[in-house]
Each structure stands twice: as C-alpha cells, then as structure tokens.
C-alpha cells in the first residue's frame, strides 16, 4: 500500500511539475504554439523537419505578433525566439555581458575535448576567445593562403581525372575532401590527402564526432537540456575512439614539431606556442596539452563541414544560374589575367562577385542557421512584460530573418546583387547572421570565407556545372542533423571548360 501511495505521490508531483511548466508561456502571455508531452513545441524534430527550419517557421509565424519574442519549449526547456531585429541586437551585441555564453554542455574534467572555445563560458570564454583571436588576422590568413591554394589545385585534378568516365558528379563529398584536407594541414599539420583516398580515417573521425552519440543517443536531451546536471554526474559527448583519436594525433604532432623544430605558419603553430609558455609556467597565455586538443579539435569540426556545405550549396545555385555563372567565370578570369594567372589574397578581393555569391549563398543556406545564447541573470526589456528569466535560452533564428521578405524581397531567389557594398549598407544590422554577430561570433569567418571563394574560385575557372536529371530541385535538407546539409548530396553534371 505504502508503495502504491508513494508511486502516486511521485506521478502527481511530475504531473504539476510538467503542467506547471508548459503553462509558463500562458502565464506570461506571450505568443507561442501549444505544446505537448515529452517533446514540448519539437514535435516535428528530427523526423518532420530540421530544427533551424523549426525555428524559421516560428519566427515567421511570429514576427508580427507585438511580442519581441515567442516562446517555445524545447522538450521542457524554456526557450525564446527572437521575433525583433532590435532584441536581435541587444542579445548579441548592446547587452552582451548577460548574453555571452550558449548553455551548451561540456564536461572538462571527463571529456577534455568536449571543452572548445563553441561550449566554455563566462571568464574562461573570454580568456580564451583574447588569446586564439590573433590566430585568425588577415596577417596570418596570408601566411596560411598557399597551403589552402596547393589544396584547390589538387582538387581541380581530381575532378578533371574523375571528368571523363563520368559527366555526373556528387559534388559534396568532393569538396568535403578538399576542405578537409585544407584545415586538416592547417590545424593538425597533417598533409592529409583525402582527396586522393589517403588519411580517410581523419575524415571519417570528423564526421563520426559530429554524427556519433554516446548512450546511443538516449540522454541527448538530458544533456543539451540540463547540461550543468550532466556535468556534476560526469556525462560526456565524445566518443572514446573520437578522443582517443584526435588526442594521438595532437601529441605526434606536437612531439615531432618540437622534435624538427618545423614552422609551417599554420594554426597547430600557434597553438604549440602557447603550449610551450604553458610548459614554461605561464598558465596566464598559455595552454595546457587538453586545452590545446580541445581547440584544434573544434578547429577542424567547426571549420571542415561548414565551409564544404557552403561551396556546395553555391554550386547547386549556379548550376540553376548560368548567366550569373558565366559572368563569375568572366570575371575570375579577367583578375587572374591581370596576376600572372595567379590567385592571391588581394586578388581575390577583387573578384566582387565571388564573395557576392558566397554570401548570398550563405544567406539562403547559413549553415549554422540558428544562434543560441543563455540569460545569466534576468534581463528587463522597456516593457517589463517582456523580461527574459535568467537561465532561458535564447533562439535568434537567422534562417527566418533570412527568408523575412520585408528584408529579402523574394527570398526564395538567388540574387547575390543582394550583397552589393550599396545594398548592404541599406540594410540593418544583424539581418545577415550566417557567422554569428557580436563578441560571440564565429572566430574562424574570415578563414571559412577564404578557403570557400579559393575553392570555387578554382572550380568555377576550370568547369561549367549544370543541372542534371538526378539533381533534387528544390532541395531538401536532412532532418536530423545541427547544420543545414542536402539530403541526397548534391548532383551536378559538370563539364571541362
Ligand atoms: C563558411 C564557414 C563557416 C560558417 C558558416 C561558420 C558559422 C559559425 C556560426 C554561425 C557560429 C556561431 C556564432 C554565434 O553564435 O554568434 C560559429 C562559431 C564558431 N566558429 Fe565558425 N563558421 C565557419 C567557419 C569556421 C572555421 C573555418 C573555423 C575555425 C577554423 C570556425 C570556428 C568557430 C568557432 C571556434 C566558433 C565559436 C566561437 C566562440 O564561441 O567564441 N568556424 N561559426
């Protein structure tokens, strides 16, 4: 009896406790859909639709609602999707001190590589953000750009090799490789060469620590919902073998740059010099070997997918857009005819329209296509109706602000004339947020973008890439994955110029 009481007693507290919970939004009055058990408003999450597209169509549900916000539950989570470029703003840039950290779990003691600069908080972010920072200066993209430039050459073999026994080509998997092989050589120092096979374990490690999950996936939501609880009962992320991995790896390559005394001007460069202050006792500078594998780790899983997926998703354009194509191609042609036919840094600056169609690229397709942020402490908007509770987690959903037609006329279309110098300027800010905004924002973008325009830049000279009866139009994201990806890669007929 007395356990049948207790059991009873148990199932109505969490009866209150979920209905106290999914009455928040209620309560408040703020606009949001009805949610249901377990999964709160991510019922459609990860079968029906991918979760930025979840966010997307929130905002744009929401945005004319008077609330700068809407609320959502994720599973039980409370959660705040920005409706308001002007909150948009707040949140990333004006009050960023309450905003700075993500509420992404990690786990530093059990799961050292879970620790990147993505997932710290709060002083240790910050001490970390100052000191990687002068490691991705124009200065030093310069010094990395013949490494990258050696890779999109090899790439340009490959599919001129591939070319003739087939007219079809998987493009993501291609450039995959190539971007790979570009941060693997820069942040691990290995010459990697997936292009042509080798190393495929680096790469399939890299995708297996995005893909992979612990506990079969089971505690996902416990996790990322409750990440300081799955901390203190020593959870972790990342897979043994991933770990065990990545962590060989460093240690060789540090070992046998210390060994040879070898300067390659690359990231694991600067990321041994603050090894070595580290080793001399300067913990203030420097970083410890954990430290130090956690970041080339993020180097590479930040830096790799992100990059290929954006070259690939401007290819699927292009090959829809010929005039806009041929005129690219025109225009790549007539700059390197004026360098010695070769690419530079500078030069390629001057190809207007190849960063045009990268961004826009990157403004129907942001790989990453929603921000995360969490309160640290309550935060009062001008009408205190409005007041974010300390803890909440806060969506700014870029891909929604992309696709808000009183921003982007016809968002549907590819107009990279959208990111005209001229064009940009009459637009507010934070309406374009494939890199994030603010202190917060992504380290690496001015390498992403590098090694994206080198790389179509390459291709774009050397092949016309068309529609085929096996490209999916339009296309469809895969579900249940974080970034945005094509669900059945992306098929171009391409041709040798
Ligand atoms: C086209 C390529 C890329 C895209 C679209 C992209 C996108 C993003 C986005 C949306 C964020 C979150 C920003 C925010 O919350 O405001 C981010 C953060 C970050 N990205 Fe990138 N990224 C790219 C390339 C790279 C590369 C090449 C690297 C490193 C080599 C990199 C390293 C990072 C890191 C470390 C963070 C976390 C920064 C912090 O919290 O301080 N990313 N990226």
Redesign the pocket.
């Known amino acids: 009896m007395l356990i049948i009481a207790l059991i009873g007693i148990i199932l109505g507290l969490l009866y209150y406790a979920v209905r106290n919970r999914y009455t928040y939004w209620v309560r408040r009055g703020i606009p949001h859909d009805e949610p249901t058990f377990p999964k709160g408003n991510m019922g459609d999450w990860s079968s029906k639709r991918q979760l930025s597209v979840i966010f997307k169509d929130y905002y744009l549900k929401y945005k004319n609602s008077g609330s700068p916000f809407a609320g959502l539950y994720f599973f039980f989570t409370k959660t705040i999707v920005v409706t308001d470029l002007e909150l948009a703003k707040r949140v990333?840039i004006k009050d960023f001190n309450n905003f700075e950290n993500?509420g992404i779990f990690y786990n530093e003691e059990d799961d050292p590589l879970s620790a990147?600069?993505?997932t710290i908080e709060g002083q240790k972010?910050r001490h970390l953000?100052h000191k990687l920072s002068p490691t991705?200066t124009s200065g030093k993209m310069k010094h990395m750009l013949p490494i990258v430039l050696r890779v999109a050459e090899e790439m340009s073999k490959v599919f001129n090799e591939k070319l003739p026994s087939a007219k079809e080509l998987e493009i993501t998997d291609l450039v995959g490789r190539y971007t790979a092989d570009v941060?693997g050589t820069?942040?691990f120092g290995l010459n990697c060469n997936s292009q042509r096979g080798a190393n495929a374990d680096f790469v399939d490690m890299g995708k297996r620590a995005v893909t992979e999950r612990r506990y079969f996936g089971l505690l996902d939501f416990f996790i990322f919902g409750y990440p300081k609880l799955s901390r203190r009962l020593h959870l972790k992320i990342t897979t043994e073998e991933v770990s065990d991995f990545y962590t060989r790896i460093v240690r060789e390559t540090i070992d046998y740059r210390l060994k040879t005394k070898e300067k390659r001007n690359d990231?694991m460069d600067m990321l041994i010099e603050m090894y070595q202050k580290h080793q001399e006792g300067n913990t203030e500078d420097g970083l410890s070997f954990e430290e130090l594998a956690a970041?080339a780790f993020?180097?590479f899983v930040?830096?790799f997918e992100?990059?290929s997926t954006?070259m690939g998703f401007a290819l699927y354009e292009l090959a829809q857009h010929q005039d806009i194509q041929d005129k690219l191609r025109a225009q790549i042609k007539e700059v390197l005819a004026k360098h010695n036919n070769e690419f530079s840094y500078d030069n390629i600056k001057e190809m207007a329209l190849l960063e045009q169609v990268v961004m826009e690229t990157?403004r129907k397709y942001?790989?990453?296509a929603h921000?995360?942020?969490k309160a640290n402490s309550d935060y009062s908007l001008d009408d205190p109706k409005y007041f974010i509770e300390k803890d909440s987690v806060v969506v700014i959903p870029?891909l929604g602000i992309h696709y808000d037609p009183d921003i982007y006329p016809e968002p549907e279309k590819f107009k990279p004339e959208r990111f005209t110098e001229s064009a940009i300027q009459a637009r507010q800010s934070c309406t374009w947020?494939?890199?994030?905004?603010?202190p917060?924002?992504?380290?690496?973008?001015r390498?992403?973008?590098m090694?994206?325009c080198v790389g179509l830049g390459h291709l774009i000279k050397d092949f016309k890439f068309s529609v085929s009866p096996t490209t999916q139009v339009p296309i469809k994201f895969v579900k249940k994955n974080l970034l945005l990806s094509a669900e059945n890669g992306i098929h171009l007929k391409v041709e040798k110029i």
């Open positions: 990333l993500r990147t600069l993505v972010w953000r991705f941060i820069c942040a990231f970041q993020i180097f930040a830096g992100t990059s954006t990157l942001p790989v990453l921000l995360t942020r870029a947020l494939p890199f994030g905004d603010g917060r924002n992504c380290i690496g973008s390498f992403g973008l090694q994206t």
